[in-house]
């Protein structure tokens, strides 16, 4: 079974690598037959070759990224957390729960992101 705290860290890490970090850096936390939905209800992408494109476009955007709360039951993680994300003269709000399931070695398996369109707004 994965491991509590290294679960919590790498939620962590996930998010500060969303903010500092390269796609390489958000890739590594994943195990290499990993699902990614972002949005939960949107395209599947299947292992690193296919996350890998996505969480590097991603890391490219100027996030600035809270989390509001993290928990863990057996190999599964939940956080809350806001990102604002600002593109040009706007930014961005929006407050998604992600789902992790992780893996005997820490890794993350799966992950669903939840939010919608709606759930943006203009500051």
């Known amino acids: 079974m994965a491991d509590r705290e290294k679960m919590k860290d790498a939620v962590r890490n996930y998010l500060q690598y969303l903010q500092t970090g390269t796609g390489d850096d958000i890739v590594a936390l994943f195990a290499e037959d990993c699902t990614v939905a972002d949005p939960a209800d949107g395209d599947v992408l299947r292992g690193h070759d296919q996350i890998r494109p996505f969480f590097t476009n991603n890391a490219a955007m100027d996030h600035t990224i809270e989390l509001v709360a993290v928990r863990v039951a057996g190999n599964t993680a939940a956080a ?23 893996d005997d070695d820490n890794l993350i398996t799966s992950m669903k992101a939840y939010w919608g369109p709606e759930d943006m707004s203009v500051e």
Do not use: M, N, W
């Open 80 to 102: 809350h957390f806001t990102v604002r994300t600002k593109a040009g003269e706007q930014t961005y709000l929006s407050a998604p729960i992600d789902l992790f399931e992780f």
